[in-house]
């Protein structure tokens, strides 16, 4: 049985750990109803945005435009969200294993793929592998803001447009709820439509173009691929602090249980000291009978 010191000491230790754990749980939760409250207004207002992307790529034929052209090299550029910061559970490992994954796939093609990080432990991780990092953008969460956002979306958007890689594709959590994030592989370029399927019923839909087809879309469809980023980094942002939120009541919650277990063990050890001290006094008195 461990000495009254040793579980003082282990009890001490493990009460300041709760006290970070339960601290850091109450930072993440009022984050994350800011967090999730943007997410939540700005979901529906993009998911709008993206079926008339579609629609509006489809109208052009796809290939008459440059952010929907299939192209027939297949040089990828995956974009990892990742976060800054750890004591999120499983949020981190599960990114870097599915990118990982998927960079296994393609590193024996002609082209293999390449890869933007977002979020330092992504940086990290991939920075110890000869997997080619094109751009990390480790500080896009400390000025978290659509203007930022759109800095980043140009960019990716421009190596695509440029012909430098053939497909953009985003490995990011989706926010459910607090105890619940998804992963998601989503492809961001060339913007995907639904071709036509022989004998299926497809919905017509006119667009008269004023200005020209070339300029609106020129001007258009970069907006709302610029809101699409925007989205995705907020997913990631709200489904990080959700993790980090769940961890951090778990790591509380053992904690308690923990301090359970130290003070039985605390007060059994205490009452054998109590005991040995006892009969040490009255075997030294019966002793003394005896003298």
Not at 24 to 47: E, T, Y
Not at 86 to 110: D, F, H, M, P, R
Request: aromatic fraction near 8%; charge should be neutral; glycine fraction near 6%.
């Amino acid at each position: 049985m461990p000495s009254l010191k040793e579980v003082r000491t282990r009890i001490a230790s493990v009460k300041s750990t709760q006290q970070i754990t339960s601290a850091m749980k109450m930072v993440a939760a009022s984050k994350l109803r800011r967090a999730q409250a943007g997410i939540l207004q700005l979901r529906p207002f993009a998911g709008e945005q993206k079926k008339l992307l579609q629609q509006l790529i489809a109208a052009t034929g796809g290939a008459k435009s440059a952010y929907g052209e299939e192209r027939a090299t297949n040089r990828i550029l995956y974009v990892a969200f990742s976060s800054n910061r750890g004591l999120c559970g499983a949020y981190n490992s599960n990114v870097i294993k599915q990118t990982a994954g998927l960079l296994a796939e393609e590193a024996n093609t002609e082209t293999p793929p390449a890869l933007v990080t977002i979020g330092r432990k992504g940086t990290e991780f991939f920075a110890k592998t000869p997997v080619k990092v094109v751009a990390s953008y480790d500080s896009l969460y400390d000025r978290l803001s659509y203007a930022s956002a759109v800095e980043v979306a140009d960019d990716l958007i421009q190596l695509f447009v440029s012909g430098e890689y053939d497909r953009v594709i985003f490995i990011y959590h989706r926010f459910k709820n607090a105890v619940v994030q998804n992963l998601q592989v989503e492809q961001f370029l060339p913007v995907e439509y639904e071709h036509e399927q022989p004998g299926a019923e497809q919905e017509e839909i006119e667009y008269i173009f004023d200005p020209s087809k070339e300029e609106i879309l020129e001007e258009l469809i970069p907006r709302i691929l610029k809101t699409q980023f925007f989205k995705a980094l907020l997913d990631a942002w709200a489904s990080e602090l959700g993790a980090r939120m769940t961890a951090m009541s778990q790591a509380t919650d053992n904690a308690s249980e923990l301090l359970k277990e130290l003070r039985l063990t605390y007060n059994k050890a205490r009452q054998a000291a109590i005991t040995k001290e006892i009969l040490e006094i009255v075997g030294g008195a019966e002793a003394l009978k005896n003298v």
